[in-house]
């Protein structure tokens, strides 16, 4: 069973600071990694991805990747009120894609 | 824009009877997906389909039953629906062919929540 962890939360972090959100997953072999916001009521939408070792920056977000760890991590940057959401993990191994349970982040002004 | 559509947004039924919830999606993406998702249990995944009149089963595809007759649809059936299926059902679809395919990603339609009384 392929699993993917992450802190269900609430991650409460003031409007202006850095949020870091955390994933690990089980599977050695995991190739992709995903990072999607799911507003309450909606469907969870694609934020970010990552394929290789180190960072990827886009806008106020970056994805961080280590496989020897088994790590995949999300910074948010000058956090925003209308950044809080639940924030999904997840792994692709071969044509599956698993989800974590979700982070819910709390950006309070 | 990719667009899946899920064409019943809401639905409440009652218990044995069978249900449809309807996919629909415009970007001849290959994969298609039907997830539920649960508070505390998060998104999980019930069956798949790659190809047409081709199906895979999830994690917890017990209760449910799939058809794909068209590339563009994917069905998901409840035989006979029970009170602890009532859940949010989430379409998504996918243009994976490789599994090093560098814009891989899955989109999801807006989700249709079932309530079985």
């Known amino acids: 069973q392929k699993e993917v962890e992450q802190n269900s939360g609430p991650l409460s972090v003031p409007e202006g600071a850095i949020a870091s959100l955390n994933c690990t997953y089980s599977d050695r072999v995991s190739q992709s990694f995903f990072w999607y916001r799911q507003y309450s009521g909606k469907s969870p939408e694609l934020i970010m991805s990552?394929?290789?070792?180190g960072d990827k920056e886009d806008g106020r977000f970056t994805a961080q990747l280590n496989k020897a760890s088994q790590y995949v991590s999300l910074l948010i940057r000058d956090s925003q009120p209308s950044d809080s959401a639940t924030y999904l993990c997840?792994?692709?191994?071969?044509?599956?894609?698993?989800f974590g349970g979700g982070t819910r982040l709390m950006v309070k002004p | 824009d990719v667009k899946v559509t899920q064409s019943s947004r809401y639905l409440v039924k009652r218990t044995g009877e069978k249900v449809f919830l309807e996919c629909v999606q415009d970007m001849d993406h290959e994969n298609m997906f039907w997830y539920r998702q649960d508070p505390g249990l998060g998104l999980r995944l019930i069956y798949f389909?790659?190809?047409?009149?081709?199906?895979e089963k999830g994690d917890i595809p017990e209760g449910y039953s799939v058809s794909r007759e068209k590339k563009e649809r994917f069905s998901l059936i409840l035989e006979s629906a029970s009170t602890n299926q009532t859940s949010m059902y989430l379409c998504a679809s996918s243009l994976w062919r490789t599994v090093s395919f560098s814009g891989n990603t899955i989109y999801f339609g807006e989700g249709s929540w079932l309530t079985v009384v």
């Open positions: 990552i394929y290789s070792n």
């Open positions: 997840a792994v692709l191994t071969g044509n599956m894609l698993t």
């Open positions: 389909s790659y190809d047409v009149k081709m199906k």
